[in-house]
């Protein structure tokens, strides 16, 4: 899959959708219930109802990339049933898609740089 330069940022749609849905009817989803761009370079995130598939939507400049996983065994972690999206860091993301438990990977904490006087 290409990746648009710079810091990825990630969406995920708390709620179930429909895995009958492809690339137009997620981008229409997208912009009608969670109101947000679908051209924006964002990765948006979509599961089914059993939690062991995931979609994953993105713009990489060029045109709509549409992902689909299925894990063998087990299933996706998943934040609670819900309306509205959830942000996610690339490494999250990454770790969600592996089929981690991506509520483990913390983003370090670094001080603000102090300027010399």
Do not use: N
Request: proline share 7%; charged share 20%.
């Amino acid at each position: 899959m290409i990746i648009p330069p710079g810091p990825l940022k990630v969406l995920v749609a708390v709620k179930p959708v429909d895995f009958r849905k492809g690339m137009v009817g997620l981008a229409s989803l997208v912009q009608q219930e969670l109101q947000r761009y679908p051209f924006s370079g964002i990765m948006f995130v979509f599961r089914c109802k059993r939690a062991d598939r995931i979609k994953l939507l993105l713009w990489d400049g060029t045109g709509l990339v549409l992902v689909t996983k299925r894990l063998q065994s087990g299933t996706f972690r998943w934040p609670r049933f819900g309306d509205g999206v959830m942000s996610l860091t690339a490494a999250q993301a990454g770790a969600l898609i592996e089929g981690l438990d991506w509520a483990r990977v913390h983003a370090p904490r670094v001080a603000r740089p102090v300027m010399a006087q």
